[in-house]
């Protein structure tokens, strides 16, 4: 609560509590040791006053200037409302704040009744559960669905959020008082004015930015201008928070171009712009320590819009560079990002990093950076939607050299190769959906794990092995295919008799040439698919055989049992378990009967 023992608990000079229960409590982060501010000198004071009574007349470079001095902070409502022209807004608007909210009110007491009903009915439901067998949910209907505006599901997360919002503040720390339904009261009007973006969270905040410095309507058309200006936050709480995204590839991008060595150290690292700055965007900085700083981006924003939230964001980073690049883990620079040290943002020292990048300077980065990122869109979608033709080469010319699931219904044939005539385009092979997703989820670990040894298997089009011009050159097969299926139908015919044909398979030769590479998947060292021992029924290939790494699969069933059961199992071209020499023999595809 505000009071404690009979009176008023000590605030700083923005009106947040130094000393109270609620701030002990929540272990407030905050910073109010806040130097001595230009703004508070009688000269500025003075220049503000006689600007704001000529305000029409005033050049707008002049009032950047001021703007950059500092705004008073018993002016500073005033100047906002200004740089926003809420009285222009508020003429042209085809409906007033005092209708709607009285509209907003009446929707609010309607639902009352069936709230309170709903209440008691979750209470009993939770009192009696598990009782007689009582486990279903209670007969409730978490969203009211009356066809009225703001929609029940709104008010219940503006409640909810209300609480949370600046708690450690004299006008939102009492639970229930006037402060926080005067913020209700301006995020329930909205919600009902727009009903496509209604509510979502990080709202609050801007609200009650607004409320610490102006009247309660003042401050609802400010609110207003915001959510509604493309300049400003237009997008930015829409349900797929597309903006959001969006503003953070470009801030990445902008990383790339201004900070190169700082955004490769992160990317080694794993740490992706949306992992700090939607915070940072969604609650326009006020998560940061110090309320001195979070004002003059607030006053700078409100003249240039949303791109000082990029331009902020990156002065932040440029003042951290040096610690950042001294840090070598995720779980150390996340959240050295996520509560960046007060050092960092004082207000002097981040004005110093925020105006070492002059504004021209940084609207032709912001260019570059959002060119790169149409670039990459470009680049996605042309290889997530292939065109008709690429479609096309691949279903025909592709199928011999594919890998199909055995659930499949197509039958696996010898497709012949389209002809090439003169003048044809030559078009890739488009890449399997699989494959599209994987490289989409190459991360530098995943990418440090390849080059480590990890490997993957190679399509046919890609291996000299099964490339059809070396076997045209050659004329006839090569005759280790020929001495692998004889050894192939010798190994049959020994099964067919009840002979042994282990003494025949172990005198062949052990090749190690596959489509897999040089490794085989059924080597137990192999990565990554050795401890696994999966091979695909439809897989068609020369692949050498061992009984060690058998044995040593991840497998319940091990040693001598496993062996017995690898003999006993009749798979039709199966590995055949020879001792500690190899064999190198032919899968065919298994039809699903014999699986």
Not at 140 to 152: A, H, M, N, Q, Y
Request: with cysteine.
């Amino acid at each position: 609560e505000p009071r404690q023992a009979g009176k008023m608990a000590e605030t700083c000079k923005f009106g947040f509590l130094l000393n109270g229960e609620r701030q002990s409590e929540a272990n407030d982060f905050r910073c109010h040791n806040y130097s001595h501010s230009p703004e508070e000198s009688a000269e500025v004071r003075a220049e503000w006053t006689a600007l704001l009574e000529h305000w029409e007349e005033t050049s707008p470079v002049k009032i950047e200037t001021a703007l950059r001095a500092g705004v008073p902070q018993e002016s500073r409502g005033v100047v906002w409302g200004k740089l926003l022209k809420i009285d222009q807004i508020r003429t042209k608007a085809d409906f007033t704040y005092s209708d709607q909210l009285e509209k907003t009110l009446e929707v609010e007491a309607a639902r009352a009744g069936v709230e309170d009903a709903n209440d008691e009915l979750r209470r009993e439901w939770a009192k009696n559960y598990g009782k007689d067998g009582v486990l279903a949910p209670p007969p409730v209907d978490d969203e009211l669905d009356d066809g009225k505006f703001p929609t029940s599901q709104a008010i219940k997360q503006i409640k909810l959020d209300l609480h949370r919002t600046f708690y450690t503040h004299k006008s939102l720390a009492e639970k229930g008082g006037d402060g926080q339904q005067t913020l209700h009261r301006i995020l329930a009007v909205y919600a009902r004015i727009n009903p496509k973006v209604g509510y979502c969270q990080g709202m609050s905040y801007i609200g009650a930015v607004l409320l610490m410095n102006m009247p309660e309507e003042s401050a609802f058309w400010c609110f207003y201008a915001l959510m509604e200006s493309p300049t400003y936050f237009e997008g930015f709480y829409s349900q797929s928070l597309d903006r959001v995204q969006y503003e953070a590839q470009v801030f990445s991008e902008l990383v790339v171009v201004h900070q190169p060595a700082l955004a490769a150290h992160m990317d080694d690292l794993g740490i992706h712009p949306l992992m700090y700055v939607t915070p940072w965007f969604m609650c326009s900085m006020t998560s940061i320590a110090r309320w001195d700083t979070v004002m003059m981006i607030w006053d700078r924003m409100m003249l240039s819009g949303s791109q000082v939230l990029l331009h902020a964001a990156l002065a932040i980073l440029t003042n951290c560079t040096e610690e950042m690049l001294e840090m070598d883990s995720l779980g150390t620079l996340l959240p050295y990002l996520q509560h960046v040290p007060v050092r960092k943002i004082e207000r002097e020292s981040f004005g110093k990093a925020y105006d070492s990048i002059p504004t021209a300077e940084f609207v032709k980065l912001v260019g570059v950076a959002k060119m790169r990122v149409e670039e990459a869109t470009a680049r996605g979608k042309a290889a997530i939607a292939p065109s008709r033709e690429t479609k096309r080469v691949r279903s025909e010319g592709d199928e011999e050299n594919s890998f199909s699931s055995p659930l499949s219904k197509k039958v696996r044939g010898s497709v012949p190769a389209k002809s090439t005539q003169p003048g044809d385009i030559a078009v890739p092979p488009t890449p399997s959906v699989f494959r599209r997703i994987m490289d989409s989820l190459a991360t530098p670990l995943r990418n440090r794990a390849r080059m480590d040894g990890a490997q993957t298997p190679k399509p046919r089009s890609q291996d000299t092995f099964w490339s059809k011009s070396r076997q045209s050159a050659q004329g006839d097969r090569p005759a280790r295919l020929e001495r692998t299926s004889s050894l192939t139908s010798m190994f049959r015919k020994s099964r067919r008799v009840g002979g042994p044909a282990i003494a025949a398979v172990a005198e062949a030769p052990a090749y190690m040439h596959s489509p897999l590479g040089v490794r085989s998947p059924l080597v137990a060292d192999n990565s990554p698919f050795g401890r696994s021992g999966i091979l695909s029924p439809s897989y068609r290939g020369y692949v050498p055989a061992r009984v060690a790494p058998l044995v040593a699969l991840d497998s319940p069933s091990q040693g001598q049992a496993f062996t017995q059961f690898s003999e006993a199992t009749s798979r039709r071209d199966s590995p055949l378990a020879c001792g500690d020499k190899a064999a190198s023999i032919e899968l065919q595809p298994l039809k699903m009967r014999q699986l």
